[in-house]
């Protein structure tokens, strides 16, 4: 059975950091990329990221270039997002991707 499994989110004041985590099971995690997604209320959901099947390689969305971080560790078949200098723009509910798979999303929301 294939599952990815967010965790990680919460409420946060602006200009603070969160680490998203994404669990993988089912099947080869590390042959393939990683993707992150966000959907705030009311809109589409959006890319934010993508790390390669290695994690030598990554791809950010410029609304988040120089403040998420997307690395993986693929021998624990785990992936991450380190999301720092927050904004509330920022706040949605954020979901990982692989092989074509979704997770159930984490709900992240920076307010003061």
């Known amino acids: 059975q294939v599952q990815l499994v967010e965790s990680g989110g919460g409420l946060v004041q602006p200009g603070g950091s969160l680490r998203l985590s994404c669990a993988a099971s089912?099947?080869?995690?590390?042959?393939?990329?990683m993707s992150w997604y966000r959907q705030a209320p009311g809109k589409e959901r959006e890319f934010v990221g993508r790390i390669s099947n290695g994690g030598l390689s990554t791809y950010y969305a410029d609304s988040v270039k120089g403040r998420f971080t997307i690395s993986r560790d693929n021998a624990k078949r785990m992936g991450y997002l380190q999301m720092d200098s927050l904004k509330p723009e920022d706040t949605a509910v954020y979901y990982c991707?692989?092989?074509?798979?979704w997770g159930q999303g984490t709900q992240v929301t920076v307010s003061s």
């Open positions: 991707n692989s092989a074509n798979y």
């Open positions: 089912g099947f080869t995690f590390s042959s393939y990329p």
